[in-house]
């Protein structure tokens, strides 16, 4: 995880230390404490987590319940972790420190963790007074509405529940990208496309998005598929998608029937399957690079990212942060056979449609923004999937058919999304500040292309647009090889020429490059 071991003088501490101790599975978190055995303080930064080491006199104490304060004080809340470790703890002895200090802000926060964890109560009386304490830190991460537990007068704040939640850090990053407003910015592109082309815009970009999305899976769709995705891109402002049943109708109108899951996640298929995602292999190299939850888990899982996906909707963090958690945890969860990728990014449009940050009845073609830095979009993939495959145990046979030897389904209920979140801001950005303007500009002069040309000459409509596309291909004039193709051979060079300067007109080619060609 580190390229080097932290300094030979120093202790773990708080989650560190607890995973030493426990030797448990879970994630790494984003913060990692060790204690020098001297007063020097420091902190470095590798692959977006935090390292720091802190003097002497912060050691918390010898004792595993230290730790755990400790953890939740300096490092904020590692759902993972603490899932694994406290079902582990002795109850005897952990009431025996809750009790001692029963209104204190961490004691009331492990007393709740636990018992939500064990589903067992500890031999604690409930709390009658005193204020609730949030189980997260609204400052330190992105939180929904409260649900209180009076027991122990905590309030649990986060973007899901302990089945399955989204963990988002309120970083410089985000707010400074929420700031920009993009959603502004693109309403004023829309606000400026002419009326007599406004539908014809849509039309380009609802199609430009399917190609792309396609394109990313390294597949062509057929007319029927990608008219259905089209369709439903189209629909994605006015339906519920965040429903299983939605979800299944979509999964099958954009699938070869032959995969479809007709009866639900891929639980349902007999035998059920365990899908994986690999890359080029050697000889005697498996080459996966992630391995989605198991069938048997997937129902439960699913179950706890529509709640969860619910209140984030809901919840007042930006709606790319959201759209980042909901599309992204969809994709790690695989709950289908097939369409997994395209859904994934069919759901960024929904989220950021029914949260009102696209004029409506728009799309963005982020997807194309994706297609274009397929390395960006794999690392935002890569900031799960990296930590997660030295977690899991697997096999495979002779037939290619894989299977994990143990129950994986904690490491798919806590992810923390932040970097993914300031990924798609990026793609976003780009899109809405590049693409969507050069996308505007070119139909625009398209349109005013076909103006031209035809006072020039009528062409038929399939004729005069390859026209225009081989001259945009050429450096805005056509090639002799196309001269003799497709019925272009048909015109004289004085038309050729003098719809070439139309064309050139339209889409305002400066001087040089038409001297370049």
Aim: with cysteine.
């Amino acid at each position: 995880m580190y390229p080097q071991p932290p300094p030979s003088n120093t202790r773990p501490a708080g989650y560190s230390r607890l995973l030493e101790e426990f030797q448990v599975r879970a994630l790494p978190h984003d913060i990692e404490v060790y204690v020098a055995n001297t007063h020097s303080r420091s902190q470095q930064v590798v692959d977006g987590r935090t390292r720091r080491i802190v003097p002497a006199p912060q050691w918390p104490g010898d004792d595993t319940y230290s730790h755990l304060k400790f953890a939740l004080r300096y490092e904020g809340l590692h759902l993972g972790i603490l899932r694994a470790v406290l079902p582990r703890l002795d109850p005897v002895e952990l009431a025996a420190q809750i009790r001692a200090e029963p209104t204190g802000a961490y004691a009331r926060r492990i007393w709740f963790l636990t018992e939500s964890f064990t589903g067992t109560p500890l031999d604690l009386p409930d709390l009658t007074m005193g204020n609730y304490t949030p189980l997260a830190d609204p400052e330190a991460v992105y939180t929904s509405t409260i649900r209180r537990s009076a027991r122990h007068r905590v309030a649990m704040n986060l973007l899901g529940d302990l089945d399955f939640c989204f963990l988002l850090r309120r970083t410089t990053e985000l707010a400074h990208a929420d700031a920009q407003r993009f959603d502004i910015t693109c309403e004023k592109l829309m606000q400026e496309v002419p009326p007599e082309i406004f539908q014809r815009t849509l039309d380009y970009l609802y199609s430009k998005e399917t190609r792309s999305s396609f394109a990313i899976e390294h597949e062509t769709p057929d007319q029927k598929r990608a008219a259905n995705f089209v369709r439903l891109l189209q629909q994605s402002n006015s339906q519920d998608y965040l429903q299983r049943d939605a979800l299944v109708t979509l999964q099958n109108a954009i699938v070869d029937s032959r995969f479809a899951n007709t009866g639900g996640w891929r639980d349902t298929v007999q035998p059920p399957e365990q899908n994986f995602l690999a890359g080029a292999r050697a000889p005697n190299f498996e080459g996966i690079h992630f391995i989605p939850p198991r069938p048997q888990e997937i129902n439960a899982l699913m179950t706890g990212w529509l709640r969860a996906s619910r209140l984030a909707l809901e919840s007042e963090a930006p709606p790319v942060v959201v759209a980042a958690a909901i599309a992204w945890a969809f994709v790690f969860l695989h709950p289908f056979t097939d369409g997994n990728g395209r859904i994934h990014r069919f759901l960024i449009h929904h989220v950021l449609a029914r949260r009102g940050f696209a004029p409506r009845g728009l799309v963005f073609p982020v997807s194309a923004s994706m297609l274009e830095d397929h390395c960006a979009y794999d690392t935002s993939l890569e900031t799960f999937s990296k930590p997660l495959l030295p977690l899991l145990e697997w096999q495979m046979d002779d037939n290619r058919r894989l299977r994990v030897l143990h129950d994986s389904s904690d490491l798919y209920r806590f992810i923390d999304y932040t970097a993914i979140a300031t990924a798609l801001y990026q793609f976003v950005q780009r899109t809405v500040e590049r693409d969507l303007p050069q996308e505007l500009t070119f139909l625009r002069g398209y349109d005013n292309a076909r103006s031209a040309m035809h006072d020039i000459l009528e062409l038929p409509d399939p004729l005069a647009d390859r026209f225009i596309q081989f001259c945009k291909q050429n450096g805005w004039r056509l090639s002799i090889a196309k001269r003799n193709t497709g019925g272009l051979e048909k015109l004289t060079d004085s038309e050729i020429a003098a719809l070439e300067a139309a064309v050139r007109k339209a889409f305002r080619v400066s001087e040089s490059v038409e001297g370049e060609h």
